[in-house]
Nanobody, 121 residues
Framework: QVQLVESGGGLVRAGGSLRLSCAASGSIFGINDMAWYRQAPGKQRDLVARVSSGGSTNYADSVKGRFTISRDNAKNTVYLQMNSLKPEDSAVYYC???????????????WGQGTQVTVSS
């Protein structure tokens, strides 16, 4: 059994910063891509940033230059450093990971429970 636990959300003023963390635990053999998504009320869930097992990253155009995704493979953890936050960044942020479990040796997609980020103007 595998779970993803997120932390670090909260309320911040426009221009401020937050750092989200997402730790994977359980019967893990390895982790492929890890990513952050966000969903605002009444909108679809969109990709914010993705990092491969080798460290390659890609970002949504709306966050390029402001957000940085990183991972610590030893801790099975992915981070999202969010700087210069804007009110339009307000959403529930979810982490997702493609995880190879111990048995059977197969990859599954897992989601975290979500963490609220609210940016006031």
């Amino acid at each position: 059994q595998v779970q993803l636990v997120e932390s670090g959300g909260g309320l911040v003023r426009a221009g401020g910063s937050l750092r989200l963390s997402c730790a994977a635990s359980g019967s893990i053999f390895g982790i492929n891509d890890m990513a952050w998504y966000r969903q605002a009320p009444g909108k679809q869930r969109d990709l914010v940033a993705r990092v491969s097992s080798g460290g390659s990253t890609n970002y949504a155009d709306s966050v390029k230059g402001r957000f940085t995704i990183s991972r610590d493979n030893a801790k099975n953890t992915v981070y999202l450093q969010m700087n210069s936050l804007k009110p339009e960044d307000s959403a529930v942020y979810y982490c997702k990971a493609n995880i190879v479990v111990l048995s059977p040796r197969y990859a599954y997609e897992y989601w975290g429970q979500g963490t609220q980020v609210t940016v006031s103007s």
